[in-house]
């Protein structure tokens, strides 16, 4: 515990600050520490700060590529002592990330010893591990000691640390970058390094080129874990150019065959950032949850590669529709983001497009070639300086030698006698007596010409933006070179594949176990399912004032339609609704029902047939059975009525005649091409009615006669010649007559 800070006594050391205006002020400190130094990595090297420190301080460790590896836990200890004062295990699980060949596509930091896996699990303790750099982090850091980055005090003062790292490989791009601040985030998928390149090449040549031209070169991201994407080429398009989008990725898999017919689906590569354990398990519980009715087994057989086992429940299953369904509930597809978010110029936040962020790092890879190029020839000038005293003290060597002997102050005298600079008189008095021997007049002459021709290139370079562009062109194609598509790491590693079309039926069915129920509605509309095809009812029990209103036959795997008085039909799942403990559920559970509707028909919806769908007032039309499937719980509106007209019958088209009975106990018959056939209307006028309704209409073949069944369920029928009386034309009054329903309802519905 701090000691308490007691008020100052002075009163006029006290200030009055408003709260909103210090929680602002505070709040946007925080909110901007987060953002630049923690969250977002910079446009030019594509590092964030931790990153940065840690491959500095690898740096001046000397860990380059082929030296000896360091203890992790030394690197950690140096990297937090001087340049990173925040926890431990932070810097280490970066530097981690960094070395894990399945999280960075090209790793900066070379491990040895546990790193982790792509099953999740941990590395060990920094105690046991070791470290080096990579040829990577090499690139990043190449010309850091020629002034080629800006430099600035580390957090206590002691030392320096460089602001952006010279960043000689697309790492921003290459590697990605994941990130979350203070009301923004990024997210930047891996890519190929030598796509990157080839892109970057064209954007010296061109550089007023959009992002669009650029996906000649750069097709997508290259995960490190592989995968194959499914977007298309316009959504991929779409995200690179606005910095926004999101990448559909699935697992690769191949089907292997087996002895006997029997066959198994081998799954190889995972998309990015899934742990394989994971994964598994979830299939798993999928699998335990019954969720996976194509799937028999999962078993894990990968050793240093990826070798995910899925066994099918049977031999008759389609491979295709099992990964479909796998890709639908399990990580085995995911979506991977990109949020091109960056700080530009190492200060501003901002979403960059494809050609953007590559003219970040080659705009970056000018400004550390002109400071390199400074530097050298800084150095140039000031090594001709010495090397022409050198020469003056060569010529004039023993008269040299006699000042130095006699005078107090040599160096005033040898400045005068010979006009030397400070420089020059300095660099003669410092030279040790046995390079006297070695000054040759000749070595000094072949070196001072060398190092004047490297000073005019330097200068031409300076003097010509066309030479600079030309000299960053070069070092992109040596990356290029060294991460081409023939090297084993810079091999394309993720594929492009359109996602493959299935029968949406189809593939809802693969999520649920095909099993006979019956359905069974109550009269209040209460809906629930029995196992198998139960045809004594006589046992139900149902809630007071309720009874049994109809059952019919389907399979777990079924949709149902209902057709109500609002004129709607809605989409219902048997697999979605309840058990048949208790009394079920109702049914406006399942679907957003008016309060005022009621249902006129309930069936298990079977393709392809049509409907003749009637209103109270007597007008209809035919309708495809597929035109009335909806896929919201708001259904789907099919026959218009408004208030107090109504949705009153339904009926499925079997023959070529319609028979149309109204509440006023009077029929009409007449030919099925009278009614036309729409997808959503009023429809036309079936019957014509005086102070009555439409009842219910059937269809029926004329050959075989109007068949109906009467209160008691029994069968009754008319031949064709029996209804002479009633046959007439679509918006007749029709007739009464014996022998017709006393009901008025043909019962009969949808068949």
């Known amino acids: 515990m701090g000691k308490r800070q007691l008020p100052p006594e002075d009163p006029a050391e006290i200030h009055d600050v408003g709260l909103r205006d210090a929680l602002e002020e505070r709040y946007l400190a925080y909110a901007l520490s987060t953002i630049m130094h923690r969250a977002l990595p910079d446009a030019r090297d594509g590092l964030k700060p931790v990153h940065r420190r840690i491959l ?45 060949d399945f999280s960075s596509r090209y790793p900066l930091v070379d491990g040895q010893g546990n790193f982790g896996n792509i099953d999740g699990d941990n590395a060990a303790a920094y105690r046991y591990t070791e470290a080096r750099m990579t040829d990577v982090a090499r690139l990043l850091l190449d010309g850091i000691d020629e002034d080629g980055v800006e430099f600035r005090p580390n957090y206590d003062g002691q030392s320096k640390e460089p602001v952006v790292l010279p960043g000689g490989f697309p790492n921003l791009l290459a590697n990605g970058s994941q990130g979350i601040a203070v009301g923004m985030a990024t997210s930047i998928p891996p890519h190929n390094a030598a796509e990157l390149c080839d892109a970057a090449l064209h954007l010296i040549d061109k550089p007023e080129a959009k992002s669009k031209a650029l996906l000649k070169w750069v097709k997508g991201p290259d995960f490190p874990t592989g995968g194959i994407i499914v977007d298309s080429k316009e959504a991929i398009a779409e995200a690179y150019m606005t910095g926004r989008g999101s990448f559909r990725t699935r697992a690769k898999w191949s089907q292997e065959e087996g002895a006997r017919g029997t066959w198994v689906v081998v799954i190889t590569e995972i998309p990015f950032l899934v742990q394989k354990a994971r994964l598994v398990a979830q299939i798993a519980d999928l699998l335990n949850d019954k969720k996976l009715p194509l799937v028999g087994d999962v078993r894990d057989e990968s050793a240093e590669d990826i070798r995910l086992v899925i066994e099918p429940k049977s031999r008759a299953v389609d ?219 006589s046992g139900l029990t149902f809630k007071t004032d309720d009874k049994l209103d109809q059952a019919f036959f389907a399979e777990t795997t079924s949709k149902l339609l209902l057709f109500a008085t609002n004129g709607k039909f809605y989409s219902l799942d048997v697999a979605k609704l309840p058990g048949g403990r208790g009394h079920g559920e109702p049914i406006r559970m399942f679907i957003d029902m008016d309060q005022d509707a009621a249902i006129v028909a309930l069936f298990v919806n079977k393709g392809g047939r049509k409907f003749l769908v009637a209103s109270h007032e007597g007008q209809g039309f035919v309708v495809n059975e597929d035109d009335c499937v909806g896929n919201t719980r708001k259904g789907k509106q099919v026959l218009n009525v408004e208030m107090p007209n109504e949705a009153r019958a339904i009926a499925t088209v079997t023959g070529d005649t319609v028979a149309v009975i109204g509440t006023n106990h009077k029929m009409i018959i007449f030919p099925i091409d009278q009614v036309p056939e729409m997808a959503r209307g009023r429809g036309v006028r079936l019957q014509k009615y005086t102070g009555a309704a439409l009842s219910d209409v059937a269809t029926f073949d004329s050959k075989a006669g109007l068949t109906w069944k009467d209160s008691s369920g029994r069968e009754q029928s008319m031949s064709w010649k029996e209804l002479s009386d009633w046959r007439g034309n679509r918006a007749d009054a029709g007739r009464l007559a014996g022998g017709l329903p006393k009901s008025n309802k043909f019962r009969r519905g949808v068949e």
């Open 319 to 537: 491979p295709e529709l099992l990964m479909e369904s796998l890709f639908r509930l399990t990580e085995l597809e995911s979506r991977i983001p990109l949020n091109l978010n960056v700080l530009v110029k190492g200060r501003i936040p901002k979403v960059l497009g494809l050609a953007e962020c590559l003219r970040e790092w080659l705009d970056h890879l000018r400004d550390v070639l002109l400071r390199r190029s400074n530097y050298r020839k800084t150095q140039i000038e000031n090594r001709l300086e010495v090397l022409g005293g050198y020469l003056i003290a060569y010529l004039n060597i023993d008269k040299v030698i006699k000042i130095i002997r006699t005078e107090d102050e040599p160096k005033p005298a040898l400045i005068k006698a010979f006009k030397l600079t400070e420089v020059q008189a300095d660099a003669i008095l410092n030279m040790r007596l046995r390079s006297l021997r070695k000054l040759e007049e000749f070595e000094i002459r072949t070196e001072e010409k060398n190092l004047r021709g490297e000073l005019k290139g330097i200068k031409a370079l300076l003097g010509s933006e066309t030479e600079q562009w030309a000299k960053v062109g070069e070092q992109v194609r040596k990356v290029r070179d060294m991460f081409g598509p023939k090297t084993p790491l810079g091999k394309r590693r993720t594929q492009f594949a359109d996602a493959p079309e299935h029968d949406l039926a189809a593939i809802e069915e693969a999520f649920v176990e095909r099993e006979p129920c019956t359905v069974v509605v109550s009269d209040k509309g209460w809906v629930r399912t029995l196992k198998g095809h139960v045809a004594d009812l």
């Open 56 to 100: 500095y301080g690898m740096r001046l460790l000397r860990l380059d590529p082929g030296t000896a590896f360091k203890k992790s836990a030394k690197i950690v200890g140096d990297v937090m002592g001087s340049f990173h004062p925040h926890g431990d295990q932070a810097i280490y699980d970066a530097m981690v990330r960094l070395a894990q």
